[in-house]
């Protein structure tokens, strides 16, 4: 074999080489885009499904607080109307009061 020969033998071995890990990185590459598509899609529905749980575990005591304050609000209001009645006779006695 010439020197030439064993130049280019040389050459083709290096080229293939290269060649088949480029390939063999390429399909690295796609596998793990695959591989990181499916871990963002579970870290995703894991996310959710805590925010979800969140949102749940505060709406119970916010929905409490809500009841409670409503609670206060009839009892307020139903003060407030007898208020307005003692408020409006005893405006009632005061006019009697002043035409006598």
């Not at 130049?7 to 071995?13: D, K, N, Q």
């Not at 007898?82 to 009632?92: C, D, R, V």
């Amino acid at each position: 074999m010439t020197t030439e020969a064993i130049a280019l033998l040389l050459a083709g071995i290096t080229t293939l080489g290269g060649l088949v890990s480029t390939l063999i990185m390429v399909y690295r590459a796609r596998a793990d885009k695959r591989r990181l598509t499916t871990e963002t899609s579970k870290i995703d529905a894991e996310a959710a499904a805590v925010i979800s749980s969140s949102a749940v575990a505060l709406l119970l005591p916010l929905k409490a607080e809500v009841a409670e304050l409503r609670t206060q609000l009839a009892a307020c209001t139903a003060e407030l109307g007898k208020t307005k009645t003692l408020l409006e006779a005893a405006n009632a006695r005061i006019r009697v009061l002043e035409l006598t």
